[in-house]
């Protein structure tokens, strides 16, 4: 069960982000109508929101997953690929220190993306992108297993970030979607396959009672709801201009 999470506004260079879409300039009001919709859904599920407001200086901050690996026990600052966003972190650390006496960072020339990583049970995978390189990997797989947790280091093919193909919602079952079908890292657990039409899909997020899905994917809502689960959709159209999913906008502990 989550208790906690920690969000951030957008701020008004929120359209001069990074991304490899074609999908245009995120339109900036619609971005926070979305933003603040996210935050309610999170309440839905139960759990305390921090609002940390928008930063000028760093159009992708929103993108608050990017900056920390968060376990019941301990924090682990990252330390984001792209340059632009290496300073993201500073802030979220002290934020972090409020809820953490245990923290670690990963550091240079280690990069690493929140995004590039999953949490099964006492499991972590640890993709390597465009954004987290080896360095990075090994330095988390290490800090993971002095506490005891085990990790896999998974090479991405064409995915952004792990988590852009690969959602965990419990109970042994993950959302998969491209490459990760039939990954062998992820051949033990049950699959809900998302159609090719529904990629963006992929990344959903299960918060406690609720699974939260972006909107406009109903194959993929149909069979998630199917599996058990109630979800909770939302429009991400302005997020996903910049590469981003529902996971990217929170981080949860």
């Not at 928008?54 to 900056?67: C, I, K, L, R």
């Not at 968060?70 to 002290?94: C, D, K």
């Not at 990629?199 to 058990?228: L, M």
């Amino acid at each position: 069960m989550f208790k906690n999470t920690i969000v951030r506004i957008p701020g008004e260079s929120y359209i001069n982000g990074l991304t490899t879409s074609n999908l245009g300039v995120p339109d900036y009001e619609k971005a926070l109508k979305q933003h603040g919709a996210y935050i309610e859904a999170l309440k839905t599920c139960g759990v305390e929101v921090t609002v940390l407001p928008g930063h000028a200086d760093f159009p992708d901050s929103t993108f608050v997953e990017d900056t920390a690996v968060l376990t019941p026990g301990f924090a682990i600052i990252s330390n984001p690929g792209a340059a632009s966003r290496n300073r993201e972190v500073i802030e979220m650390g002290q934020v972090l220190k409020s809820h953490y006496e245990n923290m670690y960072y990963i550091k240079s020339p280690g990069t690493l993306d929140g995004g590039d990583i999953l949490q099964i049970d006492r499991h972590f995978y640890i993709g390597l992108s465009a954004r987290t390189n080896l360095e990075g990997a090994e330095q988390l797989k290490a800090l993971l297993e002095l506490e005891n947790y085990d990790a896999t280091i998974v090479q991405l093919d064409k995915f952004f970030h792990l988590k852009t193909g690969i959602s965990y919602l419990g109970n042994q079952t993950v959302v998969v979607a491209g490459e990760f079908i039939d990954h062998p890292d992820f051949q033990s657990y049950k699959k809900i396959i998302v159609p090719p039409e529904e990629e963006y899909a992929a990344n959903c997020i299960r918060v406690n009672d609720y699974v939260i899905i972006p909107s406009g994917y109903p194959k993929t809502k149909q069979i998630i709801n199917e599996a058990g689960y109630e979800t909770i959709e939302l429009d991400m159209s302005e997020f996903r201009k910049l590469d981003g999913g529902l996971s990217c906008l929170s981080l949860r502990f």
